[in-house]
Nanobody, 123 residues
Framework: QVQLVESGGGSVQAGGSLRLSCAAS????????MGWFRQATGKEREAVAV???????EYTDSVKGRFTISMDNAKNTLYLQMNSLKPEDTDMYYC?????????????????WGQGTQVTVSS
C-alpha cells in the first residue's frame, strides 16, 4: 500500500518562502512520476510541478522561477521549494504519484495521493 504524507504547509506573508515535503512509503515500482498539485474549494485540481520518471521537471507557468521540485531518493521524499510566494498561491497542496514512465500533467493519471497541506499567503 503506497502512502504519501505531506508536511510543511503554513501561513506566510507575500514574498515569503515555504518548503513542502512528501514522504513516500510502500512503493515498489521501478519507475514513477511524482507531482505537486493544488486545489481551491470549488475549483479543479491543477498541476503545479511534475518530477518525471526520467528526472525531468516541469512547472506551470505561474510558478516558473519561483518554485522548485526535487526528489531525495535516499529518503523517498519529494520536495517543493516555494519562494516569492503570492496571495494567489493560497491553496491546498497535494503530493501525488503515478506508476510508469513519463511526465503526467493531468491529475487523472495519478493513482496515489497524500492528504494535502494548506498553504496560505497573506498580502
Amino acid at each position: 500500500q503506497v502512502q504519501l504524507v505531506e508536511s510543511g504547509g503554513g501561513s506566510v506573508q507575500a514574498g515569503g518562502s515555504l518548503r513542502l515535503s512528501c514522504a513516500a512509503s510502500g512503493h515498489s515500482s521501478s519507475s514513477v512520476c511524482m507531482g505537486w498539485f493544488r486545489q481551491a474549494t470549488g475549483k479543479e485540481r491543477e498541476a503545479v510541478a511534475v518530477f518525471g520518471s526520467d528526472g525531468i521537471t516541469e512547472y506551470t507557468d505561474s510558478v516558473k522561477g519561483r518554485f522548485t521540485i526535487s526528489m531525495d531518493n535516499a529518503k523517498n521524499t519529494l520536495y517543493l521549494q516555494m519562494n516569492s510566494l503570492k496571495p494567489e498561491d493560497t491553496d491546498m497542496y497535494y503530493c501525488a504519484a503515478a506508476d510508469g514512465y513519463g511526465r503526467y500533467w493531468h491529475w487523472g493519471n495519478y493513482e496515489y495521493w497524500g492528504q494535502g497541506t494548506q498553504v496560505t499567503v497573506s498580502s
